[in-house]
Structure formats: C-alpha cells, structure tokens
C-alpha cells in the first residue's frame, strides 16, 4: 500500500548555524517569484504555458496564488477511503468552519481507480460508484474535488495509472468536475529505469517529458485544476517544477504521523525558500495534525513548521473525530494567515543552536512597516530556555526593538528587544508575529 520511506531521498537539513541575508537576497527573490508567477499564469514562458492556457492568460488569475489548502484522504483513510468519507469529509469542512478558515480543496488519493471500459475510459471502482454525483456534491458545498493519478501504468498502490491515457483521463477528470490533481510519479520510475539503465539524465528528461504531458492534457479540457506533482523531491525538482506546469511539488519522501520523520522533514526544506511563490510551491506533504500519537506541542509545531515554509496546508485527519483542540490548531486565524501571507515569500532558519532553532517568514506588512513571522522551535528532548540565543531580529531587517504578538498564546507582547527571553518547552514552539 503505498511507497512508505524512501530512504535515501531526502536532502538532509544542514544543521549548522547558519543567518539568511534577507537584506540582500529580498529583491532577487521577488524578482524570481515575479518571473515564475508570469510563468505560472502564462505570461513569461512560452514553451509550456502558451498552448495551455491560450484564451484571456493575462488576465485569468494565478492558480494557486497562496498555498492550496484543503484535505487529503491518504493519511488517515489510505487504501480504505471510500464516496461515504469524503461526503462526510465535505460535510464537516462545512460545519466545522474548516472551508471558512480556507480548507476547501476535498482530494481523494489513491485507490479510487477501477480499469478502463472498452474505449479505455477510466473507471471508478466500487468504493466510488458515481464519480460525477460525488463532484457535484462537494461543488454544492462550497468546497472544490481533488484526485490522484500516476504518469505509470500503475499507481503506488496498484491500481490503475494514466500511461498512455494522459488526455482521456484528464478529459474524464474535467468531465467529472475535477479541482486538482496530483499525480504521482510511482511505477513510472521504472519504466524510466527500463528505457534508460544507468542514465540518471535522459531518466530525468522522461520524467518531465510525463508531466509536461499531463500538464498539457489539463490544459486541453480548459478547466483549471491544480497541478501537484508527486516524485518525493527527485532531481531537484523545486528547479524545474515551475516548467512543467507543476503548482505544487512534493519535496521530500512521505511523512508519518510521528514526531521525528514530521520534523525531519520539516527542516529540511532550509534553503529552499528562493524556488517558492505565487502559482508554485514546495510541498512538504500533507498534514498530521490530530493523527498518530503527536501531543499538543508537536501539533503546533508541525503547523507552526508548514505555516513558516508556506507549504500547501492539506489536512489528512478523520473529520468525524476531531477534538477541539485540534480544531483550534487547523483553524487559528493568525497562524494560516501566515502561511497564506499574500507576500508568497516562504520561510527559512535564522539560528540553529542544537536543539534549538529560529527561523522567520517575510510578512507583507502594513504600509510603510515591515513584517515577519518568527518561529522559536524546540526539537529537543527538555524544556529549553534560549539563554545565550537572541531573536537574531536584525538579520530579519529589523533595527531595533519590534512589536510582538505571540500566535498560540493569542497574546500582544508589546515592544520587545533582541534580547527577549522564552521558554519553549520541549517539541514545542513559540511563534511570533513581528512588526
Ligand atoms: C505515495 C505518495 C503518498 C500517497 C501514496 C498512495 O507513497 O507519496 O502521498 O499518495 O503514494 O499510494
């Protein structure tokens, strides 16, 4: 079920003291964002944007502006999701005040596929009898349908994949009244591998060669979906993602619902904060929050991680069971109001002194003020206070003392200086909005 641990993939977070130079890299990074923003809405790029979106580019807007947020049926459900959890899902979107707080992406992963009926026309299987029905029924919900697919002959879990069908099976997604896909790369490596032994490039050029295939595809039904591409950080891919039409991309193997694999993957997305913008992001995975074993303080650090990363915000936890406190998590105002900061500027580490680590998020700001996010992060195993460690609040463009609110005690600090002391207890956080 599922590729689990890729081991061997993941780029290792260099845990080594390290101050980002916002000061000078500020301009060079809107400017990319900007470019690849004109990309992402078919403005810049000819070679892939053009055909696909070839009617009113300049004015259609970005899709996927800020991080899409919504829910995934992988993390909880996995192979046993069937149309009941994803109306219940939609359902409690609703009530909860999930699709107010920006959750309204509804995304059914794998193991919806059934085969291909004589005219090679994908199906669902029986879990989901009316594919159609199930869209319009979220559609009545205020809410937007999401599915899964590989560039393979078959998915990671075995089912059916798109190879050989791209067009038919996007024409049939838009026919359904899809939202957004994500496609995962999956038995496609090895098809990759088969054609080309030992020749890691020409490999790469096939795979993008898949995406782009799809991407090209969804642009022919002419109905906009979101574009996720799954193949766990391969290559670089944060380099090239924005080429092939990719909104989001996976950069890292799959997260589990404990605290050591969420926060290993979490910091190693240092470094990556230039690839990210408006249109295009980095995709961690989707979230854990509520699931597994993670206490209070690891849920709000893993919010608190992808809200400063900018990451899309895709909840994976069973909706018919969720405590208020983590519905006070998913939904604090402050903290997805960070994440979905209009700036499109993800975050990065300040500071790394062992266990404890600082890292800030350039925040649009009000007129003629600058803004951030900062987030004290403890990894270790005991409560830490910061003793020699200041906010490091210059290097985030700050001269002197700021106005502080801390998020997840909902409280205003007033005026504070570099020299600021907090206790952060242990896989805890304390995040802060700066000013
Ligand atoms: C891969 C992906 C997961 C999930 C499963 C489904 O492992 O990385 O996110 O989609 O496939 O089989």
Redesign the pocket.
């Known amino acids: 079920?599922?590729?689990r641990v890729r081991s061997g993939m993941l780029k290792a977070g260099g845990l080594v003291l390290f101050v980002a130079g916002w000061a000078v890299g500020a301009g060079a990074q809107g400017a990319q964002a900007g470019a690849a923003a004109g990309a992402a809405s078919g403005t810049a790029t000819p070679h892939h944007a053009a055909a696909v979106r070839p009617t009113a580019a300049a004015t259609r807007p970005v899709t996927a502006a800020t991080p899409p947020m919504g829910w995934n049926s992988?993390n909880y459900f996995a192979g046993k999701v069937t149309d009941k959890d994803i109306r219940d899902t939609a359902d409690l979107l609703v009530e909860t005040g999930m699709r107010d707080a920006g959750y309204v992406y509804v995304n059914i992963?794998?193991t919806w596929e059934g085969g291909r009926d004589a005219n090679g026309k994908i199906q669902s299987n029986e879990k989901f009898p009316d594919m159609k029905a199930l869209a319009d029924y979220v559609h009545s919900k205020g809410l937007k349908l999401g599915i899964?697919s590989s560039p393979g002959a078959k998915?990671?879990?075995r089912f059916e994949g798109s190879l050989g069908h791209e067009e038919q099976d996007a024409a049939t997604y838009a026919e359904w009244g899809i939202d957004y896909l994500k496609y995962?790369l999956?038995s496609y490596s090895g098809v990759m591998r088969a054609q080309f032994p030992n020749d890691p490039a020409a490999q790469n050029k096939m795979m993008r060669e898949a995406y782009e295939k799809m991407h090209q595809a969804i642009g022919k039904t002419g109905r906009p979906m979101v574009y996720s591409l799954?193949q766990?950080g391969w290559d670089s891919v944060w380099e090239w993602g924005p080429q092939v039409g990719a909104n989001l991309w996976?950069t890292t193997g799959?997260i589990s619902a404990n605290f050591d694999r969420m926060s290993l993957i979490g910091r190693s997305q240092a470094g990556l904060a230039k690839y990210a913008g408006p249109g295009h992001w980095n995709d961690p995975?989707m979230l854990e929050v509520g699931n597994g074993r993670l206490t209070l303080d690891e849920n709000r650090t893993h919010m608190t991680l992808w809200a400063m990363l900018a990451a899309p915000l895709i909840a994976g936890n069973n909706l018919t069971e969720m405590k208020p406190e983590i519905a006070a998590i998913l939904m604090n105002k402050e903290a997805i109001a960070i994440d979905q900061d209009a700036l499109g500027k993800q975050g990065d580490r300040v500071l790394a002194d062992g266990p404890l680590e600082i890292w800030a998020k350039p925040l649009k700001g009000g007129a003629g003020h600058k803004s951030a996010a900062v987030a004290i992060f403890n990894f270790g195993e005991t409560a830490s206070e910061m003793r020699k460690d200041s906010l490091h609040l210059k290097e985030m463009g700050f001269a002197g003392a700021v106005t502080a609110r801390d998020v997840w005690a909902g409280k205003d600090l007033g005026r504070i200086g570099d020299d600021y002391k907090f206790t952060v207890p242990r896989h805890g956080v304390v995040l802060l909005v700066v000013r």
């Open positions: 079920m599922g590729m992988w992963d794998d899964y998915t990671c879990a995962d999956c799954c766990y996976r799959d995975d």
